[in-house]
């Protein structure tokens, strides 16, 4: 499995931004598809973006889709995902996922093997 570590959560306004990071420590990141997902306090966890291996394709959930931004670095084993204009209503822990066993994309949880501890993204009305 890959370990990932995520970063870059925190509390802001409404209509701020944030940029989330997740470092993942395998030698083989490059190969691999990465998505964010979050879950807020009582509900499932939801999927929000991904990135294939090459980042020739990303996808988002429609209502993240033209504020959110997922990127990623393979020479820095990092993935990125830039929220603005954030909502109080996208309060919620945001995870980093990874797909090791392949490098498409995807939305559903449970095609990610390993997972980030996940980072506090707080939207004070």
């Known amino acids: 499995q890959v370990q990932l570590v995520e970063s870059g959560g925190g509390l802001v306004q409404a209509g701020g931004s944030l940029r989330l990071s997740c470092a993942a420590s395998?030698?083989?990141?490059?190969?691999?598809?990465m998505g964010w997902f979050r879950q807020a306090p009582g509900k499932e966890r939801d999927f929000v973006a991904t990135?294939?291996?090459?980042?020739?394709?990303?996808y988002y959930a429609d209502s993240v889709r033209g504020r959110f931004t997922i990127s990623r670095d393979n020479a820095k084993n990092t993935v990125y995902l830039q929220v603005n204009s954030l909502k109080p209503e996208e309060t919620a822990v945001y995870y980093c996922?990874?797909?090791?066993?392949?490098?498409?994309?995807?939305?559903?949880?449970?095609?990610?093997?390993?997972w980030g501890q996940g980072t506090q993204v707080t939207v004070s009305s």
């Open positions: 990135i294939s291996w090459s980042s020739s394709t990303t």
């Open positions: 996922a990874a797909r090791s066993r392949s490098g498409l994309t995807s939305t559903y949880v449970y095609e990610y093997d390993s």
């Open positions: 395998a030698r083989t990141f490059s190969r691999y598809a």
